[in-house]
């Protein structure tokens, strides 16, 4: 399988150390810069208050299976995490959709690290991805109420 790049992440995070740990934590400002060839995939996605951003995690090498996430001292299984250690290295983000102009958009609450390739961008619709009755496994209890 071969994944090329459709752009390019523009964030305020230059390395690993300073960048949130997800999205909900950031008000940071970015910019996603996407390859002319696809602008005109950016045809109506003015209309969407969010966007999934799907990005390279380029500066992870390697993965272990069993990780100790930053909410708990613990290790858990690395696919019952977000750390961004991870054999295919993918990265996915919701973020707000503040602005476009022609091929680069303007969003707020980034949590990817400058430069992070763009693999995909799809709009965030509740009815698509919420759920009523959700369980969050080891993460109950560790996270603010909504
Ligand atoms: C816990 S991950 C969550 C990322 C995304 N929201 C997700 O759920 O897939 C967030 C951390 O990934 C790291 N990160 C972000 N972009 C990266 C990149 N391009 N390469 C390596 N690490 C990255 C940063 O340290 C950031 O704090």
Not at 52 to 69: E, T
Request: positive net charge; glycine residues 8%; charged residues 25%.
């Amino acid at each position: 399988m071969i994944v090329k790049p459709i752009g390019v992440i523009s964030s305020p995070f230059k390395n690993r150390g300073t960048a949130p740990i997800q999205p909900f934590q950031s008000k940071a400002i970015g910019k996603v810069t996407v390859h002319k060839k696809y602008q005109k995939g950016l045809t109506d996605i003015d209309g969407f208050s969010h966007i999934i951003l799907l990005y390279q995690f380029h500066k992870s090498k390697g993965y272990d299976l069993l990780v100790r996430p930053y909410l708990d001292d613990k290790l858990k299984g690395l696919f019952a995490t977000r750390a961004p250690r991870r054999p295919n290295q993918i990265g996915m983000s919701v973020v707000e959709l503040i602005g476009r102009k022609d091929n680069v958009l303007t969003v707020k609450g980034i949590d990817a690290l400058d430069k992070s390739p763009l693999l995909d961008i799809k709009p965030f619709v509740p009815h698509f991805s919420a759920r009523k009755k959700v369980k969050i496994g080891w993460l109950k209890g560790k996270l603010p109420n909504k």
